[in-house]
């Protein structure tokens, strides 16, 4: 079965240190998309992708980046992580029906 | 103010109980309306997906959008245990792929 996996499930930085968490899919999906979820929150978008070498800025993007290198992977990395960046982050497929994502089960990150 | 709103709960109520999740926006571009279920340490999955104004019925769950009144809603019937999630109401414009506005999420528990 197609699925988008999310590696690691949990992970402790130390500010200022730069992160990458990895998202990998099997739908064959050219759209990916990176949310973080927070308390009050709910769902905000961060970056995504149109497609191979397409990145595009969501709505809270400082302070993170994004490649697109192949159709499977959209590794998202934290340039020099603070706690503000201390989060569960979702990385997200779809295809051409609007609005229909397929989540991963998400990274835990924790900023000390 | 936030262009989805959705009262975040927690709600709680007996097994069998008729459950009413709800979700209010201010963009008047909103076409295509969802509702996600999300577990306790997993990802969101699509639960019912509704295009305009009107009612979708599938199984216990009934999606209801009201574009005039920018009001949309979930209904769950016979609830049962196994009903107890996060539920995020999402919507989208036609002219933006993938790039859904989520609300807070209710956190719902079914008590046996």
């Known amino acids: 079965d197609a699925e988008i996996t999310q590696s690691p499930r949990h992970k402790i930085t130390e500010t200022g240190r730069q992160v990458t968490l990895a998202c990998h899919q099997t739908?064959?999906?050219?759209?990916m998309f990176w949310y973080r979820q927070d308390l009050g929150h709910g769902l905000r978008l961060i970056h995504y992708?149109?497609?191979?070498?397409?990145?595009n800025k969501g709505e809270v993007s400082d302070g993170y980046s994004v490649s697109r290198s192949n159709t499977e992977d959209l590794p998202l990395t934290l340039e020099s992580a603070a706690s503000s960046q201390t989060s569960v982050y979702f990385c997200?497929?779809?295809?051409?029906?609007?609005?229909?994502?397929?989540f991963g089960n998400g990274t835990r990150l924790t900023v000390t | 103010q936030k262009e989805v709103e959705q009262d975040p709960g927690p709600l709680s109520v007996p097994e069998g109980a008729i459950v009413s999740l709800n979700c209010t926006y201010s963009?008047?571009?909103?076409?295509?309306f969802m509702w996600y279920r999300q577990y306790s340490r997993k990802g969101p999955e699509l639960l019912m997906y509704?295009?305009?104004?009107g009612n979708k019925e599938d199984g216990r769950f009934t999606a209801q959008v009201d574009k005039s009144s920018k009001y949309i809603s979930l209904f769950i019937r016979d609830s049962q245990p196994s009903d107890s999630a996060t539920y995020l109401c999402?919507?989208?414009?036609?002219?933006?792929?993938?790039?859904?506005?989520f609300g807070q999420g209710t956190t719902l528990q079914v008590k046996p």
């Open positions: 509704t295009y305009s104004s």
């Open positions: 992708s149109y497609g191979v070498q397409d990145t």
């Open positions: 997200a497929s779809s295809g051409d029906t609007l609005g229909t994502l397929h």
């Open positions: 963009n008047s571009a909103f076409q295509y």
């Open positions: 739908w064959n999906h050219n759209n």
């Open positions: 999402a919507m989208i414009g036609s002219g933006n792929t993938g790039k859904l506005i």
